[in-house]
């Protein structure tokens, strides 16, 4: 198995355009997450998905943030409009449940300037 | 909500044993969970612990007490490739998604 996929593995954009970061989880693997991580605030779960759907989005810090499953190979999490305080690495992670380890892609390092 | 507490760094010479430990706060927990990052890289799973004991995986062991609401990450026969940050994480039954510390950064030298 290739690992849980994600891309861009950098991105650089300016503030108030939009961001479209992609993940690929690891086939077989009921559960996806979107984290975020920054020097400041550490590893932040999102959003969840199970079977495809969204279980818990209360870590979307606002409106601007948004996430799809569209099926189970495939999760988007989308900025619009980007700021600057967006900027940290955003990591896609899959597991099989609770009792079972994640595996985190090798995440999108975005940057807004 | 859950809140995990871990040292921000420890430092420890190569071939020693060190212990990270890792207290919670949390309802309705579900298992602790030991995550390893490389600077760079992406977390790693390391150890999943859901009963309270000593699980151990070759080098790295990790102890849970569900009583204390604490647990510990042993890492033994310390190399310098184990340089990294080590993060706990918790599962409540409620959400059902980690929640993590935030990190202890292991420093190995020769």
């Known amino acids: 198995d290739a690992g849980v996929i994600q891309s861009p593995r950098h991105e650089v954009t300016e503030m108030g355009q939009e961001v479209t970061l992609r993940c690929k989880p690891i086939?077989?693997?009921?559960?996806l997450f979107w984290y975020r991580q920054t020097m400041m605030r550490g590893l932040e779960l999102l959003i969840y998905f199970n079977n495809n759907v969204p279980i818990d989005d209360s870590g979307m810090p606002e409106d601007r943030f948004s996430a799809k499953m569209p099926n189970a190979s495939f999760s988007t999490l989308k900025i619009q409009p980007s700021e600057p305080r967006d900027s940290a690495v955003y990591f896609c992670?899959?597991?099989?449940?609770?009792?079972?380890?994640?595996?985190f892609g090798s995440g999108t390092r975005l940057t807004v300037v | 909500g859950q809140s995990l507490e871990q040292p921000s760094e420890v430092t420890a010479v190569e071939g020693a044993i060190v212990q990270i430990n890792c207290t919670y706060q949390t309802s309705g927990f579900y298992g602790l969970s030991w995550y390893q990052q490389h600077d760079g890289g992406a977390p790693t799973f390391l150890s999943y612990n859901a009963l309270d004991g000593l699980e151990e995986t070759g080098r790295f062991s990790s102890f849970l007490s569900r009583s204390d609401s604490y647990g510990y990450l042993l890492l033994q026969e310390l190399q310098m490739k184990d340089s990294a940050s080590y993060f706990c994480?918790?599962?409540?039954?409620?959400?059902?998604?980690?929640?993590f510390g935030s990190g202890t950064r292991l420093q190995v030298q020769p």
């Open positions: 086939s077989g693997h009921d559960y």
């Open positions: 994480a918790a599962t409540d039954t409620g959400r059902r998604a980690l929640t």
């Open positions: 992670a899959s597991s099989q449940g609770p009792a079972y380890g994640y595996t």
